[in-house]
């Protein structure tokens, strides 16, 4: 099914950092968050580095949209946790964390050209794997209620039951002709057994599709490669991701990776892979540098820009890969770092820092969408109340608490968004 008569389009809603931005190692399995453990972090230099990449978007696709940081510390999880200062530092950094950034983590999205009843299909991610991601959906949910509230063009789902993990649209790819037109949606699951958690369950992947109201003939399910969950891959966005025909994928990003190819040929004959071998790039470098964590754009001349993390210039093999590419005429015509070293080191590149909508922008709630004068707002509120810089043993300090939850109210305020306060 095509929309017609509405500027569908896809929006990137990018999760602005919040104030209690922190190092605390809590992610088994995502090395750079287990390397920068006990780091100070610079939650106004991140949440900067942000509204930089909001508005580089915003310039070349002329639509962006953001979702709020979540109230943080948590009291809830703090009470439910029993906190009183004896316990683990993991413990209450789970409930300082300000992992909702990630946005690709945030729900897995189903457009309505997908779906049978014509809607936009939305489910949070349960997140159950890390206790500090399993608090966000309630909360996230009642961000995705306000933003897409409309019933006629949404529909927002509970998260899948607790027993499934299930980690978004991380480890979720839709391939189409154009995003007005019914697309493929691919989800891309793991087997547990392996050194790391495989924080995506199948039947999550697959219990999402059946509520989404998806084609099966246009749905397909493949497995994660173990080995790239082992070597860091936590989610399938870190060695893959999709726009429109294309696939960008890492040699060794699927157990069977000329059987994924061939799954998705069927449902999808269009498909154009552009694959990494491993021998112009490991699965490490790709993991180190986060080359695949990328945002693959459309842009409005109808060619793709690939929008790659900076540490990505700075490896010779990636670089180097980049340049052949570039030097060749595949779909990607243009390959542009952007500076997100804050979120790097908690294991969050471009692609994580957003969530992919395609919808008529007039159907969402305005608030939600980014203006320049709005982004001047954002980063002047950022400026002037998110904290410097956190030491690990900072957290859980009353005043920083006073000041993380100040600092996000104030941000609410100026949006004309206190209702989630
Ligand atoms: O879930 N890091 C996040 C990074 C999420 C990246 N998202 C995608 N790949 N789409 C995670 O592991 C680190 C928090 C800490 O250690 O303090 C963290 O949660």
Known sequence: MKQSGTSFTEINFDGIVGPSHNYAGLSLGNIASASHAGDPSYPRAAALQGVEKMRGNLARLGVQGFLLPLPRPNRALSQALALDGSEPAQLRAAAWSASSMWTANAATVSPAPDTADGRCHLTPANLVTMLHRAQEWPDTQAQLRIAFGDERHFAIHD??????????????????????????????????????????????????????????????????????????????????????????THAEAFADQQGAYDAIRAAFPALEVVEVPSSAVSLAEAIRTYLFNAQLLTLPDGTMALIVPEECRESPSVWAWVEGMLAGNGPIRQVIPVDVRQSMANGGGPACLRLRVACDPATVDPRFLLTEAKADLIAQTIAAHWPEQIDPSDIGAPHLADTVIAARLALLDVLGLSELG
């Open 159 to 248: 998260a899948v039951p607790a027993t499934f993990g299930d980690e978004g649209a991380a480890n979720h790819m839709r391939l189409c002709e154009s995003h007005d037109q019914q697309g493929v949606e691919v989800f891309v699951y793991g087997r547990p057994g392996g050194r790391f958690p495989a924080r995506q369950h199948e039947q999550a992947s697959r219990l999402v599709a059946r509520a989404h109201g998806l084609d099966p003939a246009r749905t397909v399910f493949i497995e994660q490669n173990p080995e790239a969950i082992a070597a860091g891959a936590f989610h399938n966005d870190v060695v893959a991701v999709a726009n429109g025909r294309v696939l960008f």
